[in-house]
């Protein structure tokens, strides 16, 4: 009883600790706001979960139950492993842990308090929108029969199993220090790409026989809804097979084409299937216990992993930045440029070059990925090096300086604006031969890569919104969709980038210097 009593007392100091932030109920909002719009009207000329090009099924308990399972199953999988992870960095990085340590609290039952709390916070997203999926059925109005027990079962048997592995990968990231910042947010995107696509190709119960009859699904339990749903299509819509399912908003021309879900016909070793990716969950969580004073060790201030001479580093840099140093601006933004690619690790460049390759492929899809990923290992100097003294607490002293806030801003857009658009020089002098229009279309989203992240990081005062909003962007391009796919759908991008250009750089001088006078 003591130890239980333990587990709930971290538990609940943990939540007690994202409820105060603001962040926590803005996400939420913005849940149940994107939630709705998951239910598009027949007229409203897109879909988000369908088969082929406008095969969907009508909105009954079971298919807006349905939708939300596969919606949190595979988007909440990813987001929410940006939106959960950090609570044992915070207990590092405050000293907590080291309080922590000198109570009877067992090291494995904290580190399942911290997967719990991540859990928890899973679920309040869950209930948020099965009570707005079911506003959206009684709305839409297709089949008004409420059934709560259908309308919740494919949430629980697809959604909670995999976010049990994100909320697992959460407290893994926070324990390895190579992987508490960007490299690792930009890793887990690679990472949930694997399990969500080579795991359901490998249990595609299209392309392999004994998948339609294995209680063992892959994480996502892709493989489990598209073999339960393969029989209702064959009678609604023979042409169209359950494997062509498409998650996410997709256009569409006309009206869908409906079909009837009412029940899953759920089989119980499938949900035990399930409930094997909960316990492993567990199991690996508990797996790491051995190692959590190793990983408290090695936090921020240590001085683990941090060079003794970084001034060294890059040598060249020194010769090949001092043109600009005859000017103040000039200074401060070759400085900037120094203090950036120094910091750069090891794996960085090796990935740096690697994509650089990439990006000379005659396929549009393959560069547009490489130029995808470029921006994705850069992330973090878009957004969190407008916050720098904010972070390090040296506003005070460096803003006193007469011009300073201004030379700052402009060191600051230049050195963003040069590694978003330095990472995909390779695909721009590539395209500017086969394809001027998508290499200027890709040299204006990487401008728009660049503000945007400075702009969402003085507008929010946190980098990772911008981060993740980059890899939910990252997602769709990799599908020929959204902002950042310049090089597949040139003009899509043009016309966006002409809007959001200009509302980036009003934001950086709007909010720039409120920023600065709240040091």
Same mark, same amino acid.
């Given at each position: ?7 709930? #007392? ?49 909105? +009954?308990?079971? =298919? ?8 949190? +199953?595979?988007?909440? +999988? ?60 009684? @709305? ?30 959460? &407290?893994?990231?926070?324990?390895? %220090? ?7 947010? &930009?890793?887990?995107?690679?990472? =949930? ?5 080579? #795991? ?7 392309? &392999? ?23 209702? /299509? ?5 042409? @169209? ?14 009206? %869908? ?62 010769? !090949?930045?001092?043109? !600009? ?7 401060? /933004? *070759? ?38 990923? *470029?921006?994705?290992?850069? @992330? ?48 721009? *002098? ?10 200027? #279309?890709?040299?204006?989203?990487? +401008? ?9 990081? &003085? ?18 391009? @990799? ?5 950042? #796919? ?22 950086? $001088?709007? $909010? ?8």
């Amino acid at each position: 009883m003591n130890a239980l009593r333990r587990f709930f #007392a971290i538990l609940v100091a943990d939540l007690r600790e994202r409820s105060r932030s603001t962040r926590f109920w803005v996400v939420l909002a913005i849940v149940g706001i994107t939630t709705w719009w998951c239910f598009p009207s027949m007229d409203a000329g897109y879909v988000t979960v369908a088969f082929g090009e406008n095969v969907r099924g009508s909105y +009954s308990s079971a =298919w807006v139950g349905m939708v939300l399972g596969l919606l949190y +199953s595979t988007m909440l +999988s990813v987001i929410g492993f940006y939106l959960v992870r950090g609570t044992l960095l915070r207990d590092f990085d405050t000293r907590v842990w080291q309080l922590l340590v000198a109570t009877p609290m067992t090291r494995s039952g904290y580190l399942l308090a911290k997967w719990a709390s991540h859990m928890v916070v899973f679920a309040l997203i869950m209930l948020l929108g099965l009570a707005v999926g079911g506003v959206a059925q009684m @709305v839409r109005g297709e089949d008004r029969a409420f059934d709560l027990i259908e309308l919740a079962k494919p949430v629980v048997v697809l959604g909670i199993p995999a976010l049990a592995v994100t909320a697992f990968f959460a &407290v893994l990231f926070d324990m390895l %220090p190579w992987l508490r910042r960007t490299g690792g947010n &930009v890793l887990f995107f690679f990472v =949930w790409l694997f399990l969500f696509v080579s #795991a359901v190709n490998i249990v595609d119960p299209d392309k &392999v026989a004994w998948a339609r009859h294995t209680w063992l699904s892959d994480p996502n339990g892709m493989s489990l809804a598209i073999r339960d749903l393969e029989s209702q /299509l064959a009678h609604t819509a023979p042409h @169209v097979r359950a494997s062509d399912i498409s998650i996410g908003a997709a256009k569409i021309t006309g009206r %869908p084409i409906v079909f009837a879900w009412t029940h899953w016909n759920l089989r119980w070793i499938d949900v035990m299937g399930r409930l094997f990716w909960v316990g492993l969950s567990m199991l690996c969580v508990v797996a790491l216990a051995p190692a959590l004073d190793w990983a408290a060790a090695r936090t921020q201030g240590t001085g683990a992993g941090v060079s003794a001479n970084p001034g060294r580093r890059l040598r060249w840099l020194d010769p !090949l930045l001092r043109p !600009l140093e005859y000017s103040a601006t000039g200074m401060v /933004l *070759a400085a900037e440029l120094k203090l950036v690619l120094r910091q750069r690790r090891a794996w960085w460049w090796l990935a740096l070059i690697g994509l650089a390759v990439a990006q000379l492929a005659v396929d549009h899809q393959a560069i547009g990925i490489a130029t995808i990923g *470029a921006w994705l290992i850069s @992330v973090d100097v878009f957004a969190r090096a407008i916050l720098r003294e904010r972070e390090a607490g040296t506003g005070s002293l460096f803003f006193v300086a007469a011009g300073a806030t201004r030379r700052l801003l402009v060191a600051r857009i230049g050195v963003a604006l040069l590694l978003s658009i330095g990472v995909v020089l390779p695909a721009l *002098a590539h395209l500017s031969i086969i394809d001027p229009t998508a290499a200027f #279309a890709l040299l204006m989203t990487a +401008s728009g890569v660049a503000l945007g992240g400075l702009a969402l990081g &003085v507008l929010c005062r946190n980098p990772r919104p911008f981060e993740l909003l980059l890899v939910m962007f990252a997602y769709a391009g @990799v599908q020929n969709v959204g902002p950042l #796919a310049a090089v597949v759908l040139p003009h899509d991008a043009l016309q966006l980038e002409a809007i959001l250009l200009p509302a980036t750089l009003v934001i950086l $001088l709007t $909010l720039w210097p409120r920023l600065t006078r709240a040091h």
